[in-house]
């Protein structure tokens, strides 16, 4: 196997589902942008759960929000979770129920009407992500999908979902990560228009 080859071609096969990303994702950036902008202004919470690399995702877009993506915008922080942070809390579950109910678990402990849960799933297949998406719906908590492929059972249980054109998964992540930051950057910029949040 010619090892640089092997590589140009991932890259190439990144590129190439980035660019066709490019062409059906951004109009649902901007409407998942607006929806978790009105949530903070309204007090609400932006929650997030993933697994493997979705879970890393997950607490890398929450760290967005609640510190900072850019250096040039200085502002206080907004109220975003990762909902797999805390490992005594997951492994408690794990011995005592099932990992399967843990974001269920957490999101109707720790949820409320008006906030957001965003489930990133690279198949759409999660059962753990997809209970959790159906307990946020009957607490009246708007639900977001980060899947891939076609969305799987987990775009069913969504209020607006961002479909990567692609079902392998090192893509899939790639593109997510790519349009979360897009969506952080730009929830960001219309709390600044509004007057929500003031670059300190």
Same mark, same amino acid.
């Given at each position: 196997?010619?090892?640089?080859?092997?590589?140009?071609?991932?890259?190439?096969?990144?590129? !190439?589902?980035?660019?066709?990303?490019? $062409?059906?994702?951004?109009?649902?950036?901007?409407?998942?942008?607006?929806? #978790?902008?009105?949530?903070?202004?309204?007090?609400?919470?932006? /929650?997030? #759960?993933?697994?493997? =690399?979705?879970?890393?995702?997950?607490?890398?877009?929450?760290? !967005?929000? /609640?510190?900072?993506?850019?250096?040039?915008?200085?502002?206080? =922080?907004?109220?975003?979770?990762?909902?797999?942070?805390?490992?005594?809390?997951?492994?408690?579950?794990?011995?005592?129920?099932?990992?399967?109910?843990?974001?269920?678990?957490?999101?109707?402990?720790?949820?409320?009407?008006?906030?957001?849960?965003?489930?990133?799933?690279?198949?759409?297949?999660?059962?753990?992500? %997809?209970?959790?998406?159906?307990?946020?719906?009957?607490?009246?908590?708007?639900?977001?999908?980060?899947?891939?492929?076609?969305?799987?059972?987990?775009?069913?249980? #969504?209020?607006?979902?961002? %479909?990567?054109?692609?079902?392998?998964?090192?893509?899939?992540?790639? @593109?997510?990560?790519?349009?979360?930051?897009?969506?952080? $950057?730009? @929830? !960001?910029?219309?709390?600044?228009?509004?007057?929500?949040? !003031?670059?300190?």
């Amino acid at each position: 196997m010619d090892h640089v080859t092997y590589v140009k071609n991932l890259f190439r096969r990144s590129i !190439e589902a980035k660019q066709k990303a490019m $062409e059906t994702i951004p109009d649902d950036v901007v409407a998942m942008a607006l929806t #978790c902008a009105n949530s903070l202004k309204s007090g609400g919470k932006i /929650l997030f #759960c993933g697994n493997g =690399g979705s879970a890393a995702d997950a607490q890398h877009l929450a760290a !967005e929000l /609640l510190i900072r993506l850019r250096s040039e915008v200085d502002r206080a =922080g907004l109220p975003a979770l990762a909902l797999a942070m805390d490992s005594s809390s997951m492994t408690a579950c794990g011995n005592d129920y099932s990992y399967t109910v843990f974001y269920e678990r957490m999101v109707l402990a720790l949820g409320k009407p008006g906030d957001v849960l965003i489930g990133l799933t690279t198949s759409g297949k999660s059962e753990n992500i %997809i209970l959790a998406l159906k307990a946020a719906r009957t607490m009246g908590i708007t639900t977001l999908g980060f899947l891939g492929g076609d969305g799987g059972p987990a775009r069913e249980h #969504c209020d607006q979902t961002l %479909i990567a054109p692609t079902s392998e998964t090192g893509r899939v992540q790639e @593109i997510h990560i790519t349009a979360g930051h897009a969506m952080m $950057e730009l @929830i !960001e910029e219309i709390l600044i228009e509004s007057k929500y949040i !003031e670059k300190i």
